[in-house]
């Protein structure tokens, strides 16, 4: 019953536009991004995971896929009044937003420290403010980095496409799992106030609509949040402001992709200044494009939408790395394969990991009983290091100690 006022709810307050277009069908890609899809005119170019295709570019194919399976039923979409209709809808929806701030402020770290880690409770820093203000990153292009020899150029340039299409599938993990969150506390923002839940939903709709047909879209949907990183009582968190709930919670989500994605670049400081001066720049709305369907695309064949091995694949040498996402974009059986057994050991991992945690919120510590883990689950935690530590009063030592 609940759940079915919450979908009309949605219904009544959804823009007649949206309905209406619901009857229509063959919504046409504008023929600027088809083109710049076909020549490979994009933040990722010719990119060395993409798998050949005969006919087309990939991308194309991927794109296309991924719009018709989406948004099959809109057809003749007026971008100008779209984006008329998103301007109110933001505005409406910082008014209804104004009275539950601090609530949705430490509902966004809650929400993401479910989804990823509670420890991650600690490290943000989430406001919600009335005005961004966009300014240039600051980028050195290090045109005048040496290189040893044309061999490490070649493994440098590598290294850029690598980061380049980690940047993009980094926007579609937070595209993906802001309207995962989205979804799971619709009860909650039902109970708070019910018309934020069309709100929210259609500005979802909109903006995402927008990422595949609107070849202007630029530095407006830049302005919509701010990440930095800042030190409060000694400590450097991850300090993000945005416009509303929903872009609070993509931009901390984003961050989150991009700093665990460090894990991913050279060890040489030079280097990495090389790589991301390359990499790192303003291509948002190419990077949605194509990151959210590569994401897509990856979730379908493992099953689900863990994090978990993608952070393995992209800790992988750039070759191989290129090699496995060719295997994976272009859905054989080899990709296939090597994603469930990245899948299978995240899934053994995950299941220890449970194990250890009730044992570590249980009274008796280790230090109390040395026979409380198996010589399996000791050697284990011996090989994860500091980061599967039982109790706080042990390190390393204990550890090899007691084994």
Not at 123 to 129: R, S
Not at 224 to 248: D, W
Not at 369 to 394: M, P, Q, R, S, T
């Amino acid at each position: 019953m609940f759940n079915n006022i919450i979908k009309q709810a949605i219904i009544d307050s959804t823009p007649s536009y949206l309905n209406e277009s619901v009857e229509s069908s063959n919504c046409i890609i504008p023929k600027q991004i088809i083109k710049k899809l076909k020549t490979h005119k994009h933040s990722l170019g010719e990119h060395p995971c993409f798998p050949p295709d005969e006919d087309t570019t990939f991308e194309y194919k991927l794109v296309l896929n991924y719009f018709n399976e989406n948004f099959e039923d809109l057809d003749n979409v007026d971008v100008v009044s779209l984006k008329n209709k998103l301007s109110k809808l933001l505005v409406k929806c910082n008014k209804l937003e104004k009275p539950i701030i601090e609530f949705l402020e430490k509902k966004c770290v809650e929400n993401i420290s479910e989804k990823f880690s509670t420890e991650l409770l600690g490290i943000f820093e989430t406001n919600l403010v009335d005005n961004i203000e966009y300014q240039e990153e600051d980028v050195n292009k290090k045109d005048d980095f040496e290189f040893d020899s044309v061999e490490d150029l070649n493994s440098l340039t590598k290294e850029v496409y690598k980061r380049r299409i980690i940047n993009a599938i980094n926007e579609g993990i937070a595209y993906d799992y802001t309207t995962d969150i989205l979804k799971t506390n619709i009860s909650k923002i039902y109970e708070l106030n019910p018309e934020l839940i069309s709100v929210y939903y259609n500005i979802n709709k909109i903006n995402s609509l927008l990422t595949f047909i609107d070849d202007d879209k630029n530095s407006s949907d830049k302005t919509l949040g701010s990440v930095s990183e800042v030190e409060i009582n000694n400590e450097i968190k991850i300090s993000v402001k945005a416009l509303n709930y929903l872009a609070l919670t993509y931009e901390s989500i984003k961050a989150l992709m991009n700093k665990i994605s460090l894990i991913a670049l050279p060890e040489d400081i030079n280097r990495i200044g090389y790589v991301t001066s390359k990499a790192d720049v303003q291509n948002l709305v190419w990077d949605l494009r194509l990151g959210i369907p590569i994401w897509d695309t990856i979730c379908k064949i493992q099953g689900n939408n863990n994090i978990v091995p993608y952070i393995k694949l992209i800790q992988l040498p750039t070759d191989e790395f290129f090699d496995i996402m060719r295997e994976i974009l272009a859905k054989t059986k080899k990709g296939k394969s090597y994603l469930e057994k990245l899948n299978n050991k995240s899934e053994k991992e995950k299941s220890f990991n449970n194990r250890i945690d009730k044992k570590r919120k249980k009274a008796i510590l280790l230090g109390d009983n040395k026979e409380y883990f198996d010589e399996n689950e000791l050697l284990a935690l011996l090989e994860k290091g500091e980061e599967y530590k039982i109790a706080n009063n042990l390190n390393n030592n204990d550890l090899i100690d007691l084994v």
